[in-house]
């Protein structure tokens, strides 16, 4: 069901505000809006009446603790029914603490543990190439700690190697690695073959000039350095 909505950037915060409770993880909430916001205002291809079409780009939300700004995008977007946002993790609310993707329509993964989302975007690439999709983009975002599970790293080398143009991955960096990236995380991707670029994860122009540029027949890895708040993966 597509549900008739006319929300604005502005309005996400206030809606934000109706999920309550203590597993809202504000900071790694809010450090995601803007580039959730440009993803579905800017550049994807979907839409609520087409969640099964073969030809809509895929959104992977792999940084999946704290999903409020998602679900706000969601529901601005007209996938869901703002009215629940006001039900957020209740018992049998859709909207779990984790998003579920049997149960709110849009969402592509299940996802909560950290560091299988860009495997997963990397196995969905794959799948569309088999199938003859060569359309579709699959976006995956990831937080700059998340890349610390070495499942991650195979992905990265394997895209990389295997050149899967249609696949972009957006890191949120709020410096809250505990490790941190010799060279900055941007340079660990490219030393695997991907395109890389940086931008102000703030920046709605900038995200979307980095999103959207000229393809370069390589994956993409998109930067979006936040503010740190600690602690938010």
Request: aromatic share 6%; hydrophobic share 40%.
């Amino acid at each position: 069901m597509t549900i008739a909505t006319e929300y604005q950037y502005a309005d996400l915060r206030p809606l934000m505000t109706r999920m309550t409770g203590d597993e809202k993880h504000d900071a790694a909430a809010t450090s995601t809006l803007d580039v959730l916001w440009v993803l579905y205002d800017q550049v994807l291809s979907v839409a609520p009446d087409r969640v099964d079409d073969p030809e809509r780009d895929r959104f992977l939300l792999s940084k999946g603790h704290g999903p409020m700004a998602y679900y706000a995008v969601l529901a601005a977007k007209g996938f869901l029914d703002p009215a629940e946002l006001d039900r957020f993790g209740e018992f049998d609310s859709r909207l779990g603490f984790h998003p579920d993707r049997v149960l709110a329509p849009g969402v592509e993964i299940s996802s909560g543990s950290l560091g299988h989302g860009l495997p997963l975007a990397l196995g969905v690439s794959l799948g569309l190439r088999t199938r003859g999709l060569h359309r579709p983009r699959v976006v995956v975002l990831v937080g700059d700690a998340e890349l610390d599970e070495g499942s991650n790293h195979e992905a990265i080398q394997v895209a990389g190697r295997w050149g899967l143009d249609r696949l972009t991955t957006v890191v949120v960096d709020n410096r809250s690695s505990s490790t941190g990236w010799p060279g900055g995380i941007a340079d660990r991707f490219a030393r695997e073959g991907w395109e890389t670029r940086v931008a102000d994860g703030r920046d709605h122009t900038a995200l979307r000039q980095a999103l959207t540029s000229t393809p370069t027949g390589r994956p993409l890895a998109v930067v979006a350095e936040v503010e740190h708040r600690g602690g938010t993966r």
